[in-house]
């Protein structure tokens, strides 16, 4: 079983839908939890962190965690198609300079016009 | 926010020949950085930590001398794929946390993509 299992997608949704990507993973230890944006041929970019469970909103992405179901999602209000990209879901163990992070494997996301 | 400079963005060799890849931290001084693989439709693979002035840390399975990672100062670190083969291809992507932070974002670079005939 790998530690962190994302779908793949892809996923295709109209402009203006609300989009939701989600993760599970099997290591209690994660801590710490990440939600990465990456274009195509481009390095991923950090959308969202959040610590431990609960919600958290940054304009029209809102990320939660439950740690006890072992399960985060990423929901995306009023999609837009500048929205379309791999969203990478990662989590660490500990934070600071040297911790590494265990990415899913990313869903593929295309918000069409 | 802190940027991440990776060069080159697209490089061609031949089988057998040598690579370089340049990963520098524009404006923070980074004392780890992070090197991945990632296929294509699959997740990024972290093939090794880089500690600035020490060894670089492998994960399990990635060949040291095949690929040798050299961070000689708090804004560089370089992956050299050494006697290239076709499947090295790959896109490679470095990383790195400012390290005066405690929390502190992890910032990618824009990806290099290898091509090995």
């Known amino acids: 079983q790998k530690e962190v299992e994302q779908d793949p997608g892809p996923l295709s949704v109209p402009e203006g839908a609300i989009v939701s990507l989600n993760c599970t993973y099997s290591n209690s230890a994660f801590q710490y939890f990440m939600w990465y944006r990456q274009y195509s041929r481009k390095g991923p970019e950090l959308l969202m962190y959040?610590?431990?469970?609960g919600n958290k909103e940054d304009g029209r992405f809102t990320a939660q965690v439950d740690k006890s179901s072992k399960y985060i999602s990423l929901f995306i209000r009023d999609s837009q198609p500048s929205d379309s990209a791999t969203y990478l879901c990662?989590?660490?163990?500990?934070?600071?300079?040297?911790?590494?992070?265990?990415f899913g494997t990313g869903t593929q996301l295309k918000v069409e016009l | 926010g802190a940027v991440v400079s990776q060069h080159p963005s697209r490089v061609i060799c031949k089988s057998g020949t040598s690579v370089k890849i340049e990963c520098r931290s524009l404006d923070f001084q980074a004392t780890t950085m992070f090197w991945y693989r990632q296929f294509p439709k699959k997740s990024l693979m972290l093939m090794a930590t880089?500690?600035?002035?020490?060894?670089?840390?492998?994960e399990q399975g990635v060949e040291k001398d095949k690929f040798l990672i050299n961070h000689a100062s708090l804004t560089l670190s370089t992956l050299t794929v050494t006697s290239a083969h076709p499947e090295d291809s790959s896109f490679y992507i470095c990383?790195?946390?400012?390290?005066?932070?405690?929390?502190?974002?992890?910032?990618f670079g824009e990806g290099s993509r290898l091509t090995v005939l």
């Open positions: 959040t610590y431990s469970s």
């Open positions: 990662a989590m660490s163990r500990s934070t600071g300079g040297g911790n590494k992070l265990t």
């Open positions: 880089s500690n600035e002035g020490s060894k670089a840390t492998y």
């Open positions: 990383s790195a946390r400012d390290g005066r932070e405690v929390v502190g974002e992890l910032f």
